[in-house]
């Protein structure tokens, strides 16, 4: 840090000082003419004297009225700091498929310095494109200058601006003079270069001679000639530029082509280069503060903590790995925060520039404008080093398949799909799907321009009810980037046309009632009722024999019973056996609703007992109020889902049961090992007001909707009678759609991943790439009771690749149920098969099957890769920043360097306000006044 000290004397009343002591002296020159004509009668000598005293009284109120201060100023000149700030979103692992434009630049900054074939290229464009920035600092310090000129600013302030015009002509000049003519043969190029060097030097002549104390009369002159030259400078720039691409278009076509790598890659090789001095650039009078930022700004506290690049060998890295880095969710590039983050930080750390290496993405949504985020700081300076193609990779890609889980049967299935083509403009898509492995459709998709998302959708329809594995595939292009993402399979299960329901209960309570009136109303379901209080009544075969059917045949007869809260006299042990076997034997579904009077207490040593998926609590003791919460443990939240958008539908479970919380809860609502949950019944006080549920255990919580495998068939529990608040402030929408679909679901048979002993089921059906994957296994006997301490695997096999096995670990909150997180898939359908162990197989009976996809997902971060160089463009045009090419990051700190922060301290200290000073001239005035007194003058 250099101190300079300047001391100097000023008057701070505000007037010119002429304007103060012409008056001064003509009113001294009055008082000698009084005295003069007084000198008779006081003598000559106490006329001289008299006068000598008011001339000492006069000169101390006129150095008092022009208010002298002695004004000292210390001036320290200190380091710039920096902010290097680097994209680290998952956009930069990108990697651009060519090297053109700017990526040429790119190649030429991160050339190592042993490589001596392409060296006087690289050295020639990076001299070359530091001028070009160098002539831009100058340029808009010069504009910056002109405009303090012309408002009359400080001239200390003024010459410090012309001062960093001067240096950044004067590295111009050399960059153009000496360094690029030392790496360029051609003599034509030579001359221009030297003579834009002589030009830099005559415009920093001018400027360092620029006398900015001269008069305010030849102020104008000045102005005027300051600003013919700044045209000068511009157009010099100007011309520069244009002559820049013409040289750096003849580096480009003799430049090899180069192993590719991802953003990162090149950005951390650029910024070890930099920071390391291999560009020969000293930095040593530059601070540099070191950040990172996807969806926020984070510190990096030293060079070896910047993020690995993913393709870098972790032996020869010099960079410490973010271990959390490959599993997190790709998060958007937000940079209005990080610019207003890096704004708050200016206040602690002085910062005064920083530059982004970033391909400019920002993504984020619902956020301000980065440009105008910019504008709120003008003495923030942000700049850009850009990095990615402008060119999308040459590649077509399934992204999206959408489908129904299950269709009804005579219905037609609906599949949606996208498909993203880049590079392909004028060529045909070949989009096929096949059926249990045979083509039974396919469509042409033309290419009309250079990226293209196309949609279409294909209908399927059905005659016969089981389970249609599909696969919709695109025909591979040539000249494809990738062909694994070309791909997708899924099953769709067809049931019944007409679901045949049966609704028993003893009353008409509000879910029997809101029930019936959406079985009547649904086309797609057939149904029979029986009511017992206040009078039996009855429809269909039931209304017949006037109670619950007795044999399993009977029973037979509808695909789902529907039994609420019924006692033992209405519901007897004959109709109960009949039931479990309808349900073991037959593959029936039962769908038991719990109720205050008998449903399920009143059966507790009868057979309807052996159904039941749920056990008594064995405290008692339940809670005034309950809300409901989707299980985390879920697998099948297709089967509850109240919107197509699974938070969403979330959401809305508590939003409703918020507003018309369920008040009776049944003490039957602990699941039995065997069961699966589905919906949770959550006392009130258990959630807080933004929503975090605290029980931690999700065990410890009793469960509302609940099901469990019984044999053949399946049950559904619910233990409280209160799906019908679906219907509150929102109609029938959510009512009609849960019961739809939990009809529509729990009759569907998926014989290929339920073989009766064994479930097996994924999280999801679509995954993105890196994204984990989830694999349940349930195994329970045919009694229904869990199976324990089982040793299976599952196999993952996509296309003519080699299954990859992976061991099931039971889970220890879920008897039964034994879970696998599958990792590092590529892009690709993958056919999901469970393994039994061969030396202790516990017979888990048919081929247990299922299917998932993982695709490269059109995602936030990889929708459009391209750089977005006109928003980083904008942003330092707002801010007073540059564009700056990677090849010129170096000399960017250099004019950082050579812009020295300067901090200027001034102590002014009052000569006149001091009481010695009015003395003396009362003094004065009262002598006068005593002699003549004394003299008998007036």
């Known amino acids: 840090m250099n101190t300079e000290t300047i001391q100097q004397l000023v008057f701070e009343c505000g007037l010119q000082t002429p304007t103060v002591v012409l008056p001064a002296t003509a009113l001294l020159m009055l008082c000698g003419w009084m005295l003069v004509r007084e000198r008779k009668a006081i003598g000559l000598g106490w006329a001289l004297g008299f006068w000598c005293l008011r001339a000492i009284a006069l000169c101390v109120l006129v150095w008092m009225f022009l208010q002298p201060a002695r004004m000292t100023e210390t001036r320290s000149t200190l380091p710039k700091s920096v902010a290097l700030v680097v994209d680290n979103s998952d956009s930069m692992n990108v990697i651009d498929p060519v090297i053109e434009g700017h990526g040429v630049r790119w190649q030429l900054a991160n050339l190592e310095s042993d490589n001596t074939d392409n060296s006087d290229d690289r050295d020639a464009q990076v001299a070359l494109d530091s001028a070009t920035l160098a002539l831009d600092v100058a340029q808009s310090r010069w504009t910056l200058a002109q405009a303090q000129l012309q408002t009359g600013s400080n001239s200390t302030a003024l010459r410090e601006r012309f001062n960093e015009v001067a240096f950044a002509l004067n590295r111009a000049s050399i960059l153009l003079g000496e360094r690029f003519c030392d790496h360029w043969n051609d003599s034509s190029d030579q001359g221009r270069a030297k003579d834009f060097a002589m030009q830099c030097d005559d415009l920093a002549e001018f400027v360092t001679e620029l006398d900015l104390k001269e008069s305010k009369a030849n102020s104008r002159d000045r102005i005027q000639t300051s600003l013919e030259y700044l045209q000068a400078l511009v157009n010099l720039n100007r011309l520069t530029k244009t002559w820049s691409r013409v040289v750096s278009d003849t580096i480009s076509q003799s430049m090899p082509s180069s192993e590719r790598v991802d953003r990162r890659a090149d950005v951390m090789q650029l910024v070890r280069q930099t920071e390391s001095n291999e560009s020969g650039t000293d930095n040593s009078h530059v601070s540099i503060q070191r950040f990172t930022f996807d969806e926020e700004l984070k510190p990096v506290l030293s060079p070896h903590q910047w993020p690995k690049p993913r393709n870098m060998d972790s032996d020869e890295s010099e960079f410490d790995v973010d271990k959390e880095q490959e599993t997190q969710t790709p998060s958007p590039t937000n940079l209005t925060a990080a610019i207003t983050q890096i704004t708050q930080l200016t206040h602690r750390q002085s910062i005064q520039s920083v530059v982004f290496l970033t391909d400019g993405a920002h993504n984020a949504p619902d956020t301000a404008s980065p440009v105008d985020a910019a504008r709120k700081r003008n003495d923030l300076s942000i700049s850009f080093v850009p990095i990615g193609s402008l060119k999308r990779p040459r590649d077509v890609s399934l992204y999206h398949v959408g489908h129904p889980r299950s269709v009804m049967l005579g219905d037609k299935i609906l599949i949606e799909t996208f498909v993203s083509a880049s590079g392909f403009e004028g060529q045909t898509i070949d989009l096929q799907l096949r059926a249990d492995d045979e083509l039974i459709d396919q469509k042409q998709l033309s290419v009309d321009s250079e990226m293209m998302d196309l949609r279409h959708s294909f209908t399927v329809p059905t005659n016969q009810r089981g389970s249609i594995e599909f696969e919709l595939r695109i025909v591979p292009l040539a000249g494809e980037a990738s062909t694994t993402n070309n791909r997708a399979i899924f099953r769709v299960g067809v049931v019944r046309a007409k679901i045949r329901v049966m609704l028993a209960d003893r009353i008409s309570r509000w879910e029997y009632r809101y029930l019936d009136q959406l079985l009547f109303r649904d086309e797609h379901l057939e149904h029979e009722m029986i009511l017992f209080d206040p009078r039996l009544r009855a429809t269909g075969k039931l209304q017949d024999e006037s109670a619950l059917p007795v044999t399993s045949q009977a029973w037979n007869d509808y695909d789902v019973a529907v039994i609420g809260d019924l006692t033992p006299d209405q519901f007897p042990v004959e109709s109960q056996e009949s039931l479990v076997e309808f349900v073991k034997e037959k593959g029936g579904v039962a769908i038991l609703i719990a109720g205050r009077s008998g449903m399920p207490a009143a059966f507790e040593d009868q057979p309807l007992a052996g159904l039941l998926p749920v056990q008594k609590s064995e405290s008692g003791a339940m809670a005034d109020k309950y809300h409901v919460s989707v299980n985390r443990l879920a697998t099948d939240l297709e089967s509850v889902l109240l919107d197509e958008s699974k938070p969403k539908s979330e959401l809305l479970w508590k939003q409703v049961f918020e507003e018309q919380p369920i008040t009776w809860l049944s003490q039957y609502s602990v699941p039995r090992p065997s069961a699966r949950r589905l919906l949770d019944a959550v006392p009130a006080d258990a959630i807080t007001s933004d929503g975090r549920n605290l029980a931690t255990d999700p065990n410890a919580k009793p469960t509302w909707l609940c099901w469990q495998q019984l044999g053949a068939g399946r049950v559904v529990f619910l233990s409280a009678p209160d799906t019908y608040r679906l219907r509150y402030r929102r109609g029938d929408r959510l009512h009609h759609r849960f019961w739809a679909q939990l009809f529509r679901w729990i009759t569907s048979s998926d014989p290929g991943s339920d073989s009766g002993l064994a479930r097996l089921s994924t999280d999801k059906v679509s995954y993105d790439v890196g994204e984990s994957i989830l694999v349940s296994v349930f195994l329970s006997e045919p009694s229904g009771e869990p199976v324990q301490n089982a040793e299976l695997q599952v196999s993952f096999q996509g296309?003519?690749?080699?299954?990859?096995?992976?061991?099931?670990?039971?889970?220890?909150?879920?008897?039964?149920?034994?879970?696998?997180?599958?990792?590092?898939?590529?892009?690709?359908?993958?056919?999901?098969?469970?393994?039994?162990?061969?030396?202790?197989?516990?017979?888990?009976?048919?081929?247990?099957?299922?299917?998932?996809?993982?695709?490269?997902?059109?995602?936030?971060?990889?929708?459009?890769?391209?750089?977005?160089?006109?928003?980083?463009?904008?942003?330092?045009?707002?801010?007073?920043?540059?564009?700056?090419?990677?090849?010129?990051?170096?000399?960017?700190?250099?004019?950082?360097?050579?812009?020295?922060?300067?901090?200027?301290?001034?102590?002014?200290?009052?000569?006149?306000?001091?009481?010695?000073?009015?003395?003396?001239?009362?003094?004065?005035?009262?002598?006068?006044?005593?002699?003549?007194?004394?003299?008998?003058?007036?």
Not at 827 to 841: E, M
Not at 864 to 888: D, E, F, H, W
Request: aromatic residues 8%; hydrophobic residues 40%.
């Open 799 to 938: 296309g003519q690749q080699q299954p990859q096995g992976f061991e099931l670990a039971a889970d220890e909150t879920q008897p039964g149920r034994y879970v696998a997180k599958v990792d590092d898939l590529q892009a690709g359908a993958y056919r999901v098969s469970l393994q039994d162990n061969p030396d202790n197989p516990i017979g888990i009976g048919a081929k247990v099957e299922t299917f998932v996809n993982v695709v490269t997902s059109p995602g936030i971060e990889r929708v459009s890769t391209t750089c977005n160089r006109p928003l980083m463009k904008q942003i330092a045009q707002a801010s007073g920043g540059y564009v700056i090419p990677p090849t010129a990051l170096a000399e960017w700190l250099t004019l950082q360097a050579g812009m020295p922060e300067t901090i200027s301290q001034t102590e002014r200290v009052p000569l006149w306000n001091r009481w010695s000073c009015l003395w003396v001239a009362m003094g004065c005035l009262v002598t006068e006044w005593c002699v003549r007194r004394m003299k008998g003058l007036t």
